[in-house]
């Protein structure tokens, strides 16, 4: 009798402990943020050279994701997007239409690219490189760009807030889009812009 | 000679109807080849400008000719032998051909105007998009665009096999009367 008290108090206890260990760990883990979508304070853009002489800019209007910070443990950050293919906006219906067709996004079979990040190491305070798993087109990659923390910080309405910019450049056609843009355009540069408002 | 009286097609119903035969078969063909060139090609551009030009004046010449047709006679009946049936069928199919000459031009227009861009017509008229727009409005103008480009082609097959069938098994002169200003046998 006695010896099985002392069982239950010890179960109990190592349960409690790890309990509390498990409610300290999640307090020193990275703060979750959620991407402001809803209040637009987060941007998908890509541009493309235009036959070697110009920048083509686009953007893709529909995405969503989050991510968790913490400046303490920077290291330990993650981020996730998904963007909805069919929400390329160039600026021209019929060039959207083109891309959004079979010839190059082919949205109506591929409807979400998304980036999965599988680690994120700080070199300093603002930059980092992030690594992580890319799919477009239904093919995934592993990439790997730099992204610069830009600032964080209370914002004037009782939340509190982060944003990061990473940019990275796409080869098409390991994305499977082997459509002839010309020589000087087979590579699309591709930023994200995005703050967080912390949940 | 020039307008239509009970009998007969005056010229310029016969003229307004293969007006638009040849350049709805030429527009169809030139579609179907103009989606299919790359970026590359010389008439990348040039070919889908054409097409909306050819596309924005058969929109006018449309409207036109059903005009023409509301102000004027419609002939009688070449085959006097048709049963009322056939005579509604062939009334129906007209109009019908009409509505979707026109839904698949309207479609086209609204593929290019979607983001509130202007069509240059022959860079001599500028037709304005219209002041609002819906979601995805290219892609889905688009969609049906190419679907009742395919369904004119067929149904103006079948009308153009029923002129046959009239003319050589019926041996009527619905045909010949849509070919030159003759009376009604």
Redesign the interface.
Known sequence: MKKALLTTVLTTSLLASSFFATLAVSTVQAADYKVDVEGAHAFVQFKIKHLGYSWLLGRFNTFDGGFSYDEKAPNNAKINIEIDT?SLDS????R??HL?GKDFLNVSSFPKATFTSQSIKFSDDSNAVVTGEFTLKGVTKMISFPVVKIGEGQDPWGGYRAGFSGTTSLKLTDYGIS????PASTHVEMALHIEGVRI | MIKNTENRYGLIAITLHWLMAIAIFSLFGLGLYMVELTYYDAWYKGSLDLHKNIGMVLLVVLMLRVVWRMVNTTPQNADKSASLVEVKVAHYAHIGLYGLMGTLMLSGYLISTADGRAIEVFDLISVPALSFSFANQEDIAGSIHEILAWTLIILSGGHALAALKHHFINKNNTLLRMIKVIPNK
């Open positions: 069919a600026n021209h219906a019929e959207d239409k959004r459509y002839n843009l010309g």
